[in-house]
């Protein structure tokens, strides 16, 4: 039981808010009626599939053998038996909460437009044996989603995602959560995030993109060229009769990846690495930056709303030469009703570092830092002079006794 209680406290911290028009989230308990629509809600929640995967306690409420793709021959689509439906009933008792499997599109429109909300379930399978096909939901979801929203203004969409999707429908959406693939206590967890009981206090790993043109590769390569001659001998290694095609990759965006790739190009993600929002609000004041040997920001984070908040504060840098800012701190903070706390971030100098021929050095200089609530907003800024540095290797400190 108390591994159950872990389970579900780590998805209850995972799970962001990505969307919230006024203030649609969380849900009263005093609504009359919600309808729940698709991703297998009424049973469980998805599990990504490959060495991370867990059988659920009890057993599986679904499994589905793949068709085709590299792991064909062992990989099946499961979900744990923890229904987000059962939960949401178990939550609000006095509500009508009924279940639509959202296959087909007109009869969700209709089930939403009798409820007075309409929660649809979105799902996207990933595993590490092969890559996903693209980054748009499979099998209509999308068309589903659309047709919801215009049927219920108070539609919220709950995604279970390994990653970033496409979401052509977001801006029509007044309310949207990713929850990942939560585990064995997933639906508890989205409930209990959708009706208040805990704050939705996750923020985004990565970066989400508007549309498939702001990647670095929007499409794949698709003229081969023959191969090389060590290709060609690692070819036959593994069996393969002849000269398998090479595809070429170039990748022009070098160490800027991710959300950095979006600060090269002045680009705006639809929603940005370590974005979150939250039910209660925070305010960062008075920050103070500090150099020398180490970088580091100390400001004050108050809690103005009578609830428990939580607040994650990013510290980002530019090295001296410039180039796109990068994570080099944070700090997660719960904080009670109407408290303030004094906050200290020092970046790590590993994250400051780059590599020489020698080593690790940290070059001395002129540093940018950004006091941030995610990797596109900044709260403060200032600069720092830090001292030159040689960081020892990892194997040294790991020799040392």
Not at 31 to 36: E, G, L
Not at 80 to 90: C, D, E, T
């Amino acid at each position: 039981m108390q591994d159950a209680q872990v389970a579900q406290r780590a998805a209850e911290a995972g799970i962001v808010l990505l969307r919230n028009e006024n203030g649609l989230l969380p849900l009263a308990k005093s609504a009359r009626s919600i309808v729940v629509i698709g991703g297998h809600a009424d049973v469980g929640v998805l599990s990504g599939g490959g060495s991370s995967q867990v059988r659920s306690v009890g057993g599986v409420p679904i499994e589905i053998p793949l068709k085709s793709g590299a792991a064909a021959s062992f990989a099946r689509v499961t979900y744990h038996s923890s229904s987000p439906l059962q939960a949401i009933r178990a939550l609000a008792p006095n509500v009508r909460v009924a279940f639509v499997d959202g296959t087909d599109a007109a009869a969700a429109a209709a089930a939403a437009r009798a409820a007075d909300f309409a929660i649809v379930f979105a799902t996207q399978w990933q595993t590490e044996a092969q890559d996903a096909p693209s980054l748009s939901l499979p099998d209509h979801q999308d068309a589903v989603t659309d047709a919801v929203a215009a049927a219920n203004r108070r539609t919220i969409v709950v995604l279970e995602t390994g990653g970033p999707v496409l979401m052509p429908w977001a801006m029509r959406v007044p309310a949207i959560v990713e929850a990942w693939y939560p585990g064995q206590r997933g639906g508890g967890a989205i409930a209990r995030v959708l009706f208040g009981e805990v704050d939705a206090s996750g923020r985004l790993p990565i970066s989400f993109p508007r549309n498939i043109e702001q990647l670095p590769r929007p499409r794949p390569v698709t003229s081969p060229t023959r191969a090389t001659n060590n290709e060609a001998s690692a070819n036959a290694g593994a069996g393969n009769a002849g000269l398998l095609p090479s595809y070429p990759v170039t990748y022009q965006e070098g160490a800027n990846v991710g959300y950095r790739w979006y600060a090269t190009r002045k680009g705006s993600p639809l929603f940005p690495f370590g974005f979150g929002l939250s039910y209660s609000s925070t305010r960062i004041a008075n920050a103070r930056f500090s150099g020398g040997t180490k970088a580091s920001v100390t400001f004050a984070v108050t809690n103005p709303t009578v609830r428990t908040a939580v607040a994650v504060p990013q510290l980002y840098a530019a090295l001296p030469g410039g180039g796109a800012p990068r994570l080099v701190g944070w700090s997660r903070q719960t904080l009670k009703a109407s408290e303030t706390r004094t906050v200290t971030i020092t970046a790590d100098s590993r994250a400051l570092a780059r590599w020489e021929s020698t080593g690790w050095h940290v070059k001395g200089g002129t540093y940018a830092l950004n006091l941030a609530t995610d990797a596109q907003t900044t709260v403060a800024a200032g600069t720092v002079r830090l001292a030159d540095q040689r960081l020892a290797s990892a194997r040294a400190a790991f020799d040392t006794p």
